[in-house]
């Protein structure tokens, strides 16, 4: 594989270069190449069927990349999870995927039945006799699993294949003005595939990537320090995460003298961002991006120019690369003509082969066109002048802060609580973007005297069933759920007594 290939030549060629720094930790090429290697043969060693998957369970500390490229060396892919997701629910993702290994990267305890788990820093890998390349992960064989949310309340595994993951990469190390050995950004956790957009770019172009904690982000101060010392040439992020830096009077130029590119993905990027942005940093070039995990990252780009920053009113998510076709189709699946709001459909080699053991899943999202894998949407867009513009979720499929979540997922948990007769979730919208989500719910009988105690109460029993960031942040109760004529939830009328 040509990304392997070419993180094997930089530890070759420039062994000292920093392939990986988080905190205090700094990674060489030549330690990642050496160690990953002797970890995939560690992982041979133990004999499991080719492509059963791995978890890789972690943040941001150097044996992440260590351990995914290990996994994929070896044969087999791996899942990306990260420790700010609830242990039940990473209990399921290792169930799910039928995983034959967990890789645990933290030095904490972790247990799980019927699965051993590793401690990657212990591990003695010096001895391990190394394999060769034919053993790496073939083009047509899943390179990564990453799982998103689920509308049935569990999660579902999206498979991306080495030669998925060459195409993305060949994009953005191509048609991105990215050169060689550049600093590039990692703010997004492993387990959003954002993150995959900073680390093997840098890998395949031999640069070194910058890991933002958890712990640094959630202290400005911190965060902001540790910022001006990155010397940070590439920024991806979501548009939310550096909207979440303005504030800050002082981020701006100055403090990031030589960065020359921003990307974004993951969500809308708002117009009175990108002029913000253009404003604090006039020496970068600021790129949009869009595309689901199950298209790899992204296929589409822009550069947002002073001339388009003009003359938009809603900024367009760009063209398609070039070995990706897009179409807008209506209800029925046919072809709309240009400028009329459609359903999205993804064809090419980035397209995913689908979600891990979900025949029915993969059979409703995805499918063949002309020879190469399609993949449906459910975004609302529409083209024009070959341009592609994005407009939300046709379903209850939503992205908040970068991530994606079925509303129906978060319902069905909050209708577990012994707390709770009825919920919906009701995004709350104030301009083009979701800014958070309100739990609308009827309250089963209880002893607590306050809301405010009832809503600390759900709130602890979700911590239990989902990450952070799918939790509401507003709760409102109410005495009933308005209904339909025909027997469905009125979603408008809800939406219209809750914001009364």
Not at 391 to 400: H, P, S, V
Request: aromatic share 10%; net charge negative.
């Amino acid at each position: 594989m040509k990304l392997l290939t070419s993180i094997a030549q930089h530890a070759e060629r420039n062994p000292e270069q920093i392939a990986f720094r988080t905190g205090d930790q700094v990674l060489t090429y030549e330690l990642l190449w050496d160690r990953s290697r002797r970890l995939a043969s560690f992982i041979h060693a133990k004999q499991l069927k080719r492509q059963t998957p791995i978890v890789v369970y972690g943040h941001m500390d150097i044996d992440m990349p260590v351990s995914f490229l290990g996994c994929v060396q070896a044969g087999h892919p791996y899942i990306p999870v990260d420790t700010s997701i609830p242990i039940e629910r990473v209990r399921l993702i290792v169930e799910k995927s039928g995983a034959g290994l967990v890789l645990n990267t933290t030095g904490s305890m972790l247990d799980f039945e019927d699965v051993t788990v590793l401690d990657v820093q212990t591990l003695q890998l010096e001895q391990e006799e190394l394999i060769g390349d034919d053993y790496w992960v073939k083009p047509d064989e899943v390179f990564y699993i990453i799982y998103t949310s689920g509308s049935t309340g569990n999660p579902k595994g999206v498979q991306i294949t080495s030669s998925n993951l060459q195409s993305f990469t060949d994009w953005m190390v191509g048609d991105f003005p990215l050169g060689q050995g550049k600093v590039f950004l990692n703010q997004a956790p492993f387990s959003f595939d954002l993150s995959v957009m900073d680390l093997y770019p840098a890998l395949q172009s031999g640069g070194a990537i910058h890991a933002l904690e958890k712990e640094v982000m959630n202290k400005p101060k911190l965060m902001f320090e540790n910022l001006s010392r990155s010397g940070l040439q590439i920024w991806t992020s979501t548009p939310s995460f550096v909207q979440m830096c303005f504030p800050n009077p002082d981020f701006h130029q100055t403090m990031l003298p030589e960065l020359e590119v921003f990307l974004f993905c993951g969500e809308v990027l708002p117009l009175a961002v990108a002029k913000e942005l253009k404003e604090r940093f006039p020496g970068a070039r600021i790129f949009n991006t869009y595309g689901p995990t199950e298209a790899t990252v992204a296929v589409t780009s822009i550069e947002i120019t002073e001339a388009l920053l003009a003359q938009e009113k809603a900024l367009p998510v760009g063209y398609p690369k070039s070995d990706m076709r897009i179409l807008v189709v209506d209800e029925s699946g046919n072809p709309l003509p240009e400028g009329e709001k459609g359903e999205l459909i993804l064809i090419g080699p980035s397209v995913s082969k689908g979600y891990l053991d979900e025949p029915l899943l993969t059979e409703k999202a995805f499918g063949v066109i002309n020879g190469m894998n399609a993949y449906r949407t459910g975004d609302a867009g529409y083209m024009q002048d070959g341009l592609v513009y994005c407009q939300g979720r046709l379903d209850y499929q939503i992205k908040l802060h970068g991530y994606r979540m079925e509303l129906e997922e978060i319902e069905f948990h909050l209708n577990q609580s012994e707390y709770i007769k009825a919920a919906i979730i009701i995004p709350y919208v104030p301009n083009e973007e979701i800014e958070y989500l309100i739990a609308a719910v009827v309250p089963a009988e209880h002893s607590f005297e306050k809301e405010y105690q009832l809503t600390a109460a759900i709130r602890k029993d979700l911590a239990l069933r989902l990450p952070a960031y799918m939790i509401p942040r507003k709760f409102t109760y109410h005495t009933a759920i308005p209904m339909t004529i025909n027997g469905k939830v009125d979603r408008k009328k809800m939406k219209e007594e809750v914001f009364a």
